[in-house]
C-alpha cells in the first residue's frame, strides 16, 4: 500500500490504538473511526461478550475500516492468561506466565501461545498484547507479580520466546512487554511513577535480557513502561516518552524492527506528570509507533489533535509519522490482515471448544500446583470437621477486569469435602478473626485460601490467630507466592499462582489426592 495516498489526518489514525465502552458498535467508535480515522482497536473485558457478540463485533470494526479508509485495524487485547485475561471461557483461557514456570512443560509456552493464537485469529483478534517478559524479582510489585515467568532471567527469555514463537505462527502479531522491564518496582503505573536506578551491567543481565532474546527471535511487537530509568535516560523521561530507550536503545541499538507501541495513556504515571495530550506528541517524538488510549473519548480526541497540531507546526516531521504509518502498514500486511481481516465464526467456535485444547490447559494447570511443604503429612485431606476460609477473587490492579462470575475456595472446598466454609474480605478485621478462630479451635482440619496476604496484614493475623489453637493448618496460596514470605509456623502449604476456576479445580484434585503436585517454585523465597 502507497501511503503516500493517506492524508495526514489518516496516517495519524493509523498511528492511534483505542477502546470504547461497548459490546457492540456505539456512537464512541463509530466517531473515531469516521471523523478521526482511528486505526487498531483495544478491547478490553467489557468489549467481550458471547462468542458471537464478539465475532460480530470484531466484524463489525474491520467492515466499518475497510469503508471508512480501505484499512483494516489491528485488534488487539491483553491476553495474557491467568488473572489477566479478555477471554475467560474455552480454549483462549490459560493460566498466568507464573503457572506455567512452576509447571516447566518443554514446549508448553510454544503450544499455548500456537492455541491462543488460533483461537483468536479466528475470533478476528490479530494482536495480543503479551508475553509479559517483565523479570519479577521485587516480592513487593503490585502489578506485575504472577504475570511474569519468574525471576531468573534466561527462563523468563526462553518461555517468553516460545508463546512468541507459537502465537505469531498462527499471524496474532505479539507484543511483548512492559519494556525496558517492570519486574522491579513497587509502585504500579496505574497509579504513581517508578523508578529504577540500577546500572547498566544489571539491567542487562536482568530487566533487558528477555527483551533482547525476543528481539532477536522476531517479536513483531514491543510494549513501553511508563518507568523511569535513570541509566538509560539523563533527562528523567519514562520509557514511553523517551527517545533514548525507544529510539537509540530499542530501535537502533538491538535493531528492533517492528511496531513500538505506548501501554495506555490515560494511566496516572502519564497523566498525572505530563497530561496524555502532551505525552502523546512526546511519546511519538520519542519513537512510539502506536499509540493506546483505551478508554475516554475527549481525551482520545484531545490526543489526536495534539499529535496533529504538532505536525502542522513543524514539531513532529511528517516523514517521522510516515515511518511509523509505513511500518503499521507493513506488519498489517505481513500478518495478512489487508487481505483476510475478518473473523470465522465456525472455526472460531470450533476452536474455543477444542477438547484437545481444553485438556492441554488443564494439564498445565495441574502441573502447576506447587506443594511447598507438607511437614505433618496433613494431604490427601481426609476426615470430618474441615473449616474452609477465603476471599473471592477480586479485581487488585488496575489491568484486571472485575470478575464477572462470584465463587470462593473455600465454598469449593466444602463442596468438595465437607465442613463449614468461611468468605472473608481480603483485609478482615478483628471481631470476623475472633470469630473465625474461634470456628477453628476444634476442626479437624483447617484450609484457609490466601490472596496476597502479603500486602493484606487482616490475613495474616487471622492465620497467626488460628495456628495458635490448631496445629492442622493447609495455607492454599490462591496468588501470589511471596505470601510464603509473611507465612510462618504453618505445616502444609500449597502454591497455585492465581485464583481461576482451572486453579481451584486443580488444586481440589491434590487436597484430595487425586494427582500428585509436581510444581516447582518460579521464583527463590527459601
Known amino acids: 500500500m502507497d501511503i503516500k495516498k493517506l492524508s495526514l489526518d489518516e496516517k495519524i489514525g493509523q498511528m492511534i490504538m483505542a477502546g470504547f465502552p461497548s459490546k457492540y458498535f456505539d456512537d464512541h467508535f463509530m466517531r473515531l473511526v469516521r471523523e478521526y480515522n482511528v486505526g487498531n482497536i483495544d478491547l478490553f473485558g467489557r468489549n467481550i461478550g458471547s462468542i458471537r457478540e464478539t465475532v460480530s463485533l470484531t466484524h463489525d470494526i474491520q467492515e466499518n475500516m475497510i469503508e471508512n479508509m480501505g484499512i483494516p485495524a489491528f485488534i488487539g487485547m491483553d491476553q495474557e492468561g491467568g488473572m489477566v485475561s479478555r477471554i475467560k471461557e474455552g480454549a483462549a483461557f490459560f493460566p498466568g506466565n507464573m503457572a506455567f514456570g512452576a509447571a516447566n512443560i518443554k514446549g508448553g509456552t510454544f503450544e499455548e501461545g500456537r492455541i491462543i493464537g488460533e483461537v483468536l485469529r479466528n475470533m478476528g ?28 532471567p534466561l527462563k523468563v527469555a526462553s518461555l517468553g520466546v516460545d508463546f512468541i514463537k507459537g502465537i505469531q505462527s498462527r499471524n496474532v502479531l505479539s507484543a511483548a512487554k512492559h519494556f525496558p522491564g517492570h519486574g522491579d518496582t513497587s509502585a504500579d503505573t496505574h497509579l504513581s511513577m517508578p523508578y529504577i536506578s540500577y546500572g547498566m551491567d544489571r539491567l542487562n543481565k536482568v530487566e533487558l535480557y528477555p527483551f533482547r532474546k525476543a528481539v ?5 511487537g514491543i510494549m513501553t513502561a511508563h518507568i523511569v530509568y535513570t541509566a538509560l535516560e539523563d533527562k528523567g523521561l519514562p520509557a514511553t516518552l523517551s527517545y533514548n530507550i525507544l529510539t537509540r536503545l530499542l530501535r537502533e541499538e538491538m535493531n528492533f524492527k517492528g511496531i513500538i507501541i505506548t501501554d495506555c495513556m490515560e494511566m496516572d504515571a502519564i497523566a498525572r506528570n505530563y497530561g496524555i495530550e502532551k505525552a502523546s506528541v512526546m511519546a511519538v517524538k520519542a519513537g512510539a509507533d502506536m499509540i493506546c488510549i483505551s478508554h475516554h473519548l475527549d481525551v482520545q480526541i484531545k490526543s489526536i489533535d495534539a499529535i496533529k497540531n504538532a505536525v502542522l507546526k513543524g514539531d513532529i516531521a511528517e516523514d517521522r ?16 490482515i489487508l487481505k483476510n481481516p475478518f473473523p470465522d465464526i465456525k472455526k472460531a467456535e470450533a476452536s474455543l471448544e477444542n477438547s484437545v485444547y481444553l485438556n492441554f490447559s488443564r494439564e498445565i494447570s495441574q502441573k502447576s500446583i506447587t506443594l511447598v511443604k507438607d511437614d505433618n503429612n496433613l494431604i490427601p485431606l481426609k476426615g470430618d470437621g474441615i ?3 477465603a476471599p473471592e477473587p477480586l479485581s487488585l490492579t488496575g489491568v484486571e477486569d472485575e470478575e464477572k462470575r462470584k465463587y470462593a475456595f ?24 475472633q470469630k473465625i478462630s474461634a470456628e477453628c479451635k476444634d476442626a479437624f482440619r483447617v484450609v484457609i485460601g490466601t490472596y496476597n496476604a502479603n500486602s493484606n496484614p487482616g490475613q495474616l493475623e487471622l ?28 505445616s502444609t502449604c500449597v502454591c497455585t499462582y492465581e485464583y481461576t476456576p482451572n486453579s481451584v479445580s486443580s488444586v481440589l484434585k491434590v487436597l484430595d489426592g487425586e494427582i500428585k503436585p509436581s510444581g516447582n517454585l518460579p521464583i527463590n523465597i527459601f
Open 125 to 152: 483478534i490479530n494482536l495480543d498484547i503479551a508475553p509479559v517478559l517483565d523479570v519479577n524479582c521485587n516480592p513487593e510489585n503490585p502489578i506485575i507479580g504472577t504475570r511474569s515467568y519468574g525471576d531468573n
Open 216 to 220: 532477536n527471535a522476531g517479536v513483531d
Open 321 to 336: 509519522i510516515d515511518d511509523s504509518v509505513q511500518r503499521i502498514v507493513d506488519m498489517k500486511n505481513k500478518y495478512n
Open 387 to 389: 473449616v474452609s476460609i
Open 410 to 433: 473455600s465454598y469449593a472446598v466444602k463442596e468438595k469435602f465437607g465442613g463449614k466454609a468461611f468468605i472473608i474480605p481480603l483485609n478482615p478485621e478483628m471481631d470476623l478473626i
Open 463 to 490: 492465620i497467626d490467630k488460628i495456628k495458635k489453637c490448631n496445629k492442622n493448618v493447609i495455607a492454599v496460596i490462591l496468588r501470589s507466592p511471596y505470601d510464603l514470605l509473611s507465612i510462618h509456623g504453618i
